[in-house]
């Protein structure tokens, strides 16, 4: 499953969608059957990284926006696909209730997974079927609310399921590494994928450019599905009965956890207002290519690679709050690399990816830790899918805010020094101010 995890990873351009599930149960399996099953789990980092960079089911990607762009999107329905991963959140509550059911996290993992990643063997048709008309965008939607859904099932169960496989003294260590065999996979599969949709594009074959990338993405879900067909699940009783209020409800009772999730919650707002963006801003307004979008998200997970294990040191010894709220407040001026960037100056924007690799991989491991230690140890599935759900409404509300403002502020201008701030750049500095504004709510929240 790769990165999947009940934290929204909120995979912006100015960041990186990078989690490491936190405190974990000794495993119940032998010790070789143990280090067996977490060096599949590498592999299938590696493999399911690819399609994850290619389709953006995690955070969104830049061919996921140049997709619906292709499609015919507008402003407002490009929000609508940053309030998309809502449905994942909502429904990873779906996969906590039969996890607790049925107690098999690998069936969930396998199929749900699979079934999702599947669907995209359909969506890449759909530049094709010209007969649907305006109807193409509409049936993009509901393919891609369904991905959502089931890798939202799939994404409560894995976490669960390697919370309780990886030992906890090891597991700052083993997802470190596993998180840097994604990041080198993440880039060589950006950087190629860009490659050749830009080859496709000066062809005049961009239809099929999409569907050659999305096509690799399936197959990579395939090979997934095979890894995690023969990795061990530690044993997990099923409850049989399940009482969906107090499964939900419960975990919302404790103080520190209702606090954290509601600052996680503010967090997902403010950063999500403008995620949907920063690519097509990219594309349209600074005229970048697919490879030189490409390129930024290689330098981001690049410098990752360096910070991303810093950063778990880091909270080892200093502890998970100090060093969220440094990342926290380190990608407050991000967007403004946006902002400040021109169609022949675009070394602000340079600035933000590698800085994006500096401080979201602390933030996106600090907020996986504080969520598994603020959990209630009885009700830890539940804990994580009603974070998920409850941040996912901060996702859908940013989503359709963002589409709106969009939409109001597309021929709006304001000139604030040399800066001009027009249309989506707009967005992006209400991003910059939210993000300062939820940084006070995690600073009395942790």
Same mark, same amino acid.
């Given at each position: ?14 960041? $990186? ?314 990608? $407050? ?114």
């Amino acid at each position: 499953m790769s990165t999947l995890s009940p934290v929204r990873q909120a995979a912006h351009p100015d960041g $990186v969608a990078e989690t490491t599930p936190a405190p974990s149960h000794d495993s119940a399996l032998p010790q070789a059957e143990v280090r067996r099953a977490l060096r599949i789990s590498t592999y299938e980092a590696a493999v399911a990284t690819v399609h994850i960079s290619i389709t953006g089911v995690i955070g969104g990607s830049v061919f996921l926006t140049g997709f619906a762009l292709l499609l015919g999107a507008n402003s407002f329905q490009l929000g609508i696909l940053g309030a998309l991963p809502f449905i994942g959140q909502l429904f990873q509550f779906v996969g906590a209730y039969l996890e607790e059911r049925i107690g098999n996290r690998r069936g969930l993992v396998l199929y749900g997974a699979l079934a999702g990643r599947l669907i995209w063997a359909l969506l890449l048709a759909l530049p094709f079927l010209s007969f649907l008309g305006g109807a193409q965008i509409a049936v993009f939607f509901v393919g891609l609310a369904c991905s959502y859904a089931l890798n939202g099932i799939a994404g409560n169960a894995w976490l669960s399921w390697m919370s309780d496989l990886v030992p906890a003294r090891q597991r700052g260590s083993y997802f470190g590494m596993r998180n840097t065999v994604a990041a080198i996979a993440a880039m060589a599969t950006t950087f190629l994928a860009g490659r050749a949709l830009d080859v496709a594009r000066a062809q005049g074959q961009e239809m099929l450019g999409y569907a050659v990338i999305f096509g690799v993405a399936v197959l990579a879900a395939l090979g997934s599905a095979a890894l995690v067909a023969r990795q061990a699940e530690p044993p997990l009783q099923p409850k049989g009965q399940v009482n969906l209020g107090e499964m939900f409800g419960a975990p919302l009772r404790n103080p520190p956890f209702r606090a954290f999730v509601f600052a996680a919650t503010g967090w997902a707002v403010v950063t999500g207002v403008a995620a949907p963006f920063f690519n097509a801003y990219g594309l349209n307004t600074l005229n970048l290519s697919f490879s030189t979008l490409a390129l930024q998200a290689i330098v981001t997970s690049a410098v990752s690679l360096v910070f991303g294990p810093l950063a778990g040191r880091l909270q080892d010894r200093y502890g998970d709050r100090r060093v969220l709220l440094v990342c926290i407040v380190g990608t $407050v001026l991000l967007p403004w690399g946006w902002v400040l960037s021109t169609p022949q100056n675009i070394i602000p924007l340079w600035l933000t990816s590698i800085f994006s690799g500096v401080f979201w991989p602390g933030l996106n491991q600090g907020l996986a830790n504080v969520l598994m230690e603020r959990s209630p140890a009885e009700h830890r599935g539940a804990s994580m899918a009603a974070y998920s759900a409850v941040t996912g409404v901060g996702t859908l509300v940013a989503g359709l805010l963002g589409g709106l403002l969009a939409t109001l502020l597309a021929g709006a201008q304001v000139a604030i020094g040399p800066a001009q701030i027009s249309g989506l750049a707009f967005l992006f500095v209400l991003s910059s101010v939210g993000r300062a504004l939820v940084a006070t709510m995690f600073w009395r929240a942790l």
